[in-house]
């Protein structure tokens, strides 16, 4: 890059409890998916970070796993990962929803990031669902609002005042270097968001503790001749009952799972892929250190 002594970068965490959009928010900022979304609490289990750059500024964003009472190893690692993130931003995010009242979770999350000297930006998301007034209503009832340096109304999924939102943030910036290339939006390799991506069709089709039973990993990703990409990956579940679930009558489900998951692989690589899925017991490996390490939730992120 050319030196531009006029420069800004920084580092920005997006907080919140879970499943509140903060991969949405995350995805829409740099116009492309880096993190995946689903309806299921604790979508995302590591720090994944994205990156927005400019001409003259690069703000790294983290979208954390959601801050929560952790019942598992698994859920210690979540939230120990998520604040990590907070000792190393320049501001932090918060996002609620409009449409569910200011509860428990949102105030323990508040009461956490009191604690840091940290610059702290509410956002305030989806409210392409409610009428003005129901965003006044909310407005009224959001406590600690002096925690915060500005409040954003915004909506993650449409786009309405996240531009306004990166602006502000960018602003705040401080002078510094360019960290990544201009064309990179992730720090993570394509492995890792190949991964993602199947663990994202797994958490839309499945239903009650499975989501959160299971992990994928990749044995290999090769590109032959014809540039088609060969991705063969497991899909891990803690017992019997959930491999059964998840191959479904006739494999019904796993060829669902495949389907959905290789189209989504293409939108990324932009290239035509083969995917092959297994589907492995380990039993209880959201328990166990050696577990989580293998399937990367590495110990040196606590």
């Known amino acids: 890059m050319e030196e531009n002594k006029e420069f800004k970068s920084g580092f920005v965490a997006i907080v919140g409890r879970p499943n509140v959009g903060k991969s949405t928010l995350l995805n829409q900022i740099v116009g492309q998916k880096v993190a995946i979304m689903s309806d299921k609490a604790q979508t995302t289990r590591n720090k994944i970070q994205a990156v927005y750059t400019t001409d003259d500024m690069q703000i790294v964003f983290i979208d954390t796993p959601g801050i929560h009472k952790p019942h598992h190893e698994l859920g210690e690692f979540m939230v120990k990962s998520a604040y990590q993130a907070l000792d190393e931003v320049e501001a932090i995010v918060m996002l609620v929803n409009v449409t569910e009242a200011i509860g428990p979770g949102d105030k323990f999350v508040m009461e956490k990031i009191s604690h840091y000297q940290t610059p702290k930006y509410l956002a305030i998301n989806k409210i392409d669902q409610v009428a003005p007034e129901e965003l006044a209503e909310f407005l009224a009832t959001v406590p600690n609002q002096e925690l915060f340096t500005a409040i954003y109304p915004i909506s993650a999924l449409q786009g309405n005042n996240v531009n306004k939102l990166v602006a502000d943030l960018a ?132």
């Open 171 to 302: 602003d705040h910036m401080p002078l510094g270097p360019q960290y990544y290339p201009s064309q990179q939006i992730s720090d993570h390799p394509e492995y890792f968001v190949v991964s993602e991506l199947i663990r994202e069709q797994i958490l839309l089709r499945t239903r009650e503790e499975v989501p959160h039973s299971i992990a994928v990993t990749i044995d290999s990703m090769q590109v032959d001749d014809h540039d088609k990409v060969h991705v063969y990956a497991n899909i891990i579940v803690e017992r019997k009952s959930q491999k059964g679930i998840i191959i479904g009558k006739g494999g019904k489900m796993l060829k669902s799972i495949g389907v959905g998951a290789r189209r989504e692989i293409e939108r990324l690589l932009g290239s035509k892929v083969y995917l092959e899925l297994w589907v492995k017991i380990e039993k209880d490996w959201r328990d166990h250190s050696r577990s989580l390490q293998n399937f990367g939730y590495r110990s040196e992120d606590y």
